[in-house]
């Protein structure tokens, strides 16, 4: 009885340590953390595709992003979890799919720059909470840029072109440079493309 409950207490100890090494840290803000008035959102009845104009530095970028399509950020993550539980059923396999996946990932923020790491901060702020139990917000952004990431590897795994269509463009003034996010995950995906427009303070 007494070795029982030493292995219980070992469990409930690795996944509690296992909790705290998967939730990250989100980046300190910048001071200026105001939406520059002129980014906006052009919804798709509108324009034929939805447009997103961005300006400023990474986090006002994604503070803006965030706020603009967070009705599009709900649709999305019940699209993954609903995908989520379609291929694991069972709740047991979930999680322990999760916890897994959130070790493999667990130092993932420090492969990624500062600035994209304060964009996905921004928009996690916006992020639903109905998923929390997944994460925080700024954790879950992360992992799903992971996700995106590790599935075209997947998809592309015997190709030597891996990775998304990229497009650029030399100007007078310098470069347009495009990227499509080709993903494939439930058609939801494929009805709200955005052509994102970004409009970086520095770069």
């Known amino acids: 009885m007494r070795s029982a409950g030493v292995v219980l207490l070992l ?12 939730v990250r840290v989100p980046p300190t803000p910048p001071a200026n953390d105001a939406v520059d008035p002129r980014s906006h959102y052009s919804p ?6 939805n447009q997103l104009v961005l300006f400023g530095d990474g986090y006002q970028r994604g503070l803006a992003a965030g706020r603009l399509t967070q009705h599009l950020l709900l649709r999305q993550e019940q699209s993954l979890n609903d995908k989520l539980q379609v291929f694991f059923p069972w709740t047991v396999t979930r999680y322990a799919l999760l916890f897994a996946a959130g070790r493999w990932y667990a130092s993932l923020d420090n492969y990624i720059e500062a600035e994209q790491l304060q964009e996905m901060n921004g928009v996690a702020q916006s992020a639903p909470h109905g998923f929390d139990h997944l994460g925080t917000g700024y954790t879950r952004q992360l992992a799903y840029h992971a996700l995106h990431e590790v599935g075209q590897l997947f998809t592309d795994f015997e190709r030597d072109d891996m ?21 494939e995950a439930d058609r939801m995906f494929d009805e709200e493309k955005i052509m994102k427009w970004v409009f970086p303070s520095e770069g």
Do not use: M, Y
């Not at 469990?11 to 998967?22: K, Q």
């Open 163 to 183: 990775g998304c269509t990229v497009l650029a463009q030399p100007q007078d003034s310098g470069w347009i440079v495009g990227r499509n996010f080709d993903f």
């Open 11 to 22: 469990i409930v100890t690795a996944i509690v340590a296992n909790l705290h090494a998967v």
């Open 44 to 49: 798709k009845e509108q324009a034929g595709i």
